[in-house]
């Protein structure tokens, strides 16, 4: 959340390895700032673990077993965003200078420091926190926006490919979790617009596709191209093109790239998996036939999915009436007008939109009610 100018984060952390020192600039600055103190540099590590993001560290460089460009380079690793002031002695000045040229330290004085100058820097050195934060906040927020908006356009253009893309989400989800990635966000988008592609095929073809009917030529051409198509719309998302090209090789057998990023390799086997599953397959079938099924997939990664997906638990499933829907429920099953358009897959997680559109378009053709609607457990849910 970006904190408002009135509310921004002020606090100030001071190490140093003399307690009277840490004094000084505790009674000096208390009322300007929120101030912590810490004596020596491993008790401000431990500080900066224990507590929430300081905006600004003031640290001094000469202190015992860890100096202060040592300690600042490690704080860098805990609270990137965190701006970093070293205080130095005169005779320090030549190496604090490099410290400053190779980018680890925001700022550093000389001491004594006069107050108002030290005041100064912090006060310079909050605004650089708050303007970091708040532009990777709102770069994250104009992210989410976009993800949002192409997400629901798939959802009413192509409800079949946006219920794939969900279950896929989930699975996604689940070996992120496994495999305990650091970039699971990166692999829930992928997930997530795994299909978007498929805004220029029919849904028509795409159920041809999963129930194993032939395609004509022109078909198996358009289908071919949709993760193309994908990548092609995100990458002109900034910060996307990771997630684009995992989308472009969605469809790649491990044989023929075994360098291939770890979110491609797993979106070839939960598309695949998802494919079997809707064919009629049961869950131990479709793995059994993926495992007899050589050099198309990531072994490690396959022995995985079986585990999350036997071990999953399952939701609770019941009828409800278009008044109960509410996001985040699942559809138990094609969510259809009585003259046979579709607007929700079996699968298909329940949005705001989503359900906008299938009260509306009730209303216009007829819906049969109740639909049977899944209720997942909260504690398997994503944030």
């Known amino acids: 959340m970006i904190e408002s100018q009135n509310n921004k984060n002020n606090r100030v952390l001071f190490v140093d390895d003399e307690s009277n020192i840490l004094d000084s600039f505790r009674r000096t600055l208390c009322k300007r700032f929120s101030v912590t103190t810490a004596c020596g540099p491993l008790a401000g590590l431990d500080t900066v673990r224990d507590h929430p993001p300081f905006a600004v560290i003031v640290s001094d460089l000469k202190m015992p077993r860890m100096n202060g460009v040592e300690f600042l380079s490690e704080v860098r690793s805990l609270s990137p965003d965190t701006v970093r002031i070293l205080l130095t002695g005169h005779a320090d000045t030549e190496s604090s200078v490099a410290a400053v040229n190779e980018g680890a330290i925001f700022r550093f004085l000389t001491k004594p ?68 990635r650091p970039d699971a966000l990166k692999l829930e988008l992928a997930a997530m617009l795994c299909q978007i592609g498929c805004v220029t095929l029919t849904s028509e073809m795409l159920n041809k596709h999963i129930r194993g009917e032939e395609l004509s030529g022109e078909e198996q051409q358009l289908f071919a191209m949709h993760p193309h198509v994908g990548y092609d719309l995100l990458t002109h998302i900034p910060r996307m093109r990771d997630v684009a090209r995992i989308i472009q090789q ?61 071990d999953q638990e399952v939701s609770v499933a019941g009828e409800m009436y278009l008044e109960d829907l509410r996001p985040g429920l699942i559809a138990a099953q094609n969510i259809e007008t009585r003259d046979g358009m579709r607007l929700a897959t079996k699968g298909q997680e329940l949005s705001e939109a989503c359900i906008a559109r299938i009260r509306n378009f009730a209303k216009a053709y007829g819906l049969d009610e109740p639909i049977r609607m899944i209720v997942p457990d909260e504690s398997t849910q994503s944030s």
């Open 113 to 180: 420091c006069q107050t108002e100058s030290l005041i100064r820097a912090i006060e310079a050195g909050i605004d650089q926190y708050h303007l970091v934060t708040s532009e990777r906040e709102l770069l994250r927020g104009t992210l989410r926006g976009s993800i949002k908006v192409l997400s629901e356009v798939l959802a009413l253009t192509n409800p079949e490919a946006f219920g794939r893309s969900e279950r896929i989400k989930r699975h996604m989800n689940a070996l992120s979790s496994h495999f305990e």
């Open 250 to 310: 969605q469809n790649v057998p491990l044989s023929e790239d075994k360098d291939m990023h770890f979110g491609a390799r797993a979106l070839k086997i939960l598309l695949d998996y998802d494919m079997l599953a809707s064919r009629g397959m049961a869950a131990g079938e479709a793995l059994q036939y993926m495992q007899n099924t050589q050099s198309i997939y990531d072994p490690e990664i396959l022995r995985a999915f079986r585990e999350t997906i036997l």
